[in-house]
């Protein structure tokens, strides 16, 4: 486990524990705030990501920073990472071997961000880190604690792209953790 997140990010520059590694470009590791109270977790880079090391920079990043305007999140002031940090080919779901390869380095990203909130982005993020058992349509919009940690499940934002009543649910989503947040 390492204290800061330079060191965790230099750790696993080369990192070939699963076979993500090979097709990747760069990877992923995660980017804001590393005091962030709020931290957003998704799924793993797409093209975009990959390109540029960054997450959530896509079209999926861009409805997602055009939410954080409505609500007033911060970009910069919040942490973003995923659940595994190099691109599955051709966007495919991460498999449960790269999921568990890589979980190790979004832990002590935890670990160290010690955010107050962690919002949880789709179904791979909701069922990695809380369980098989919770769906996302039962349980987004519902908070969850779980170790003095706030959870708060919602839609993955590419599955906002085309549908306008996820957008408004995902808006809703991020009020109530806006207002928790505020609340101390
Ligand atoms: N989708 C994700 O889950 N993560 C990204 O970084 C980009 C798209
Ligand atoms: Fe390593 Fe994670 Fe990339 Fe797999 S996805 S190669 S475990 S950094």
Not at 140 to 151: L, N, Q, T
Request: proline share 5%; net charge neutral; charged share 30%.
């Amino acid at each position: 486990m390492y204290e800061n997140l330079e060191e965790l990010e230099n750790s696993f520059k080369d990192c070939k524990k699963c076979k993500l590694c090979n097709a990747r470009q760069n990877i992923v590791f995660g980017v804001g705030n590393p005091n962030a109270d709020i931290m957003f977790i998704g799924e793993g880079p797409g093209g975009d990501e990959d390109k540029q090391g960054e997450p959530f920079i896509g079209k999926a990043g861009q409805l997602m920073n055009k939410a954080f305007d409505i609500v007033g999140i911060k970009r910069e002031e919040v942490y973003i990472a995923n659940i595994v940090k190099c691109r599955p080919p051709n966007n495919r779901d991460p498999e449960e071997d790269e999921i568990q390869a890589c979980m190790d380095y979004l832990r002590n990203q935890v670990m160290i961000i010690k955010p107050k909130i962690i919002v949880l982005l789709g179904r791979i993020a909701l069922q990695n880190i809380l369980g098989r058992e919770y769906k996302i349509t039962a349980s987004r919009g519902k908070w969850v604690e779980k170790k003095g940690i706030m959870y708060m499940p919602t839609w993955h934002p590419a599955a906002l792209l085309r549908d306008e009543t996820k957008k408004i649910e995902f808006l809703n989503d991020l009020k109530q953790v806006v207002e928790r947040n505020s609340n101390g």
